[in-house]
């Protein structure tokens, strides 16, 4: 009951106004609920994506694929689920990673 409360209160903290500057299909995809723009929710900030991805000539691909199937790991014990393409389709998850590279 209390682990249920506490992400709650995350996904409802993590959905204010406060990532008004995010791409609205990042929103619509639920993006939001897991990540913010300058600190760490449950997943990595984007910030922190842009800088570790920064410079590497295929950051575009390399990150729609881990969007689009999900992952582990790489950011901690926490997995990130699957994005299906009816969820965010092709185009938009590009642009959303292209917004996230620029951090």
Known sequence: MKRSLFLT?????AS???FADAPAAAQKAGC?????TDKKVVGPAFK???AKYK???????KLS???RKGGAG?????????????KINDADL?????WILKG
Not at 74 to 86: E, R, S
Not at 94 to 98: A, D, F, N, Q
């Open 32 to 36: 939001m609920a897991c990540h913010a």
């Open 65 to 67: 694929d881990k969007v």
């Open 9 to 13: 209160v995350l996904l409802a903290t």
């Open 94 to 98: 590009k642009s959303t990673v292209e």
């Open 55 to 61: 410079g590497q000539a295929d950051a575009v691909a």
């Open 74 to 86: 790489v950011w901690g014990p926490i997995p990130m689920p699957p994005n299906a393409a009816d």
């Open 48 to 50: 922190d994506i842009a």
């Open 16 to 18: 204010t106004a406060a």
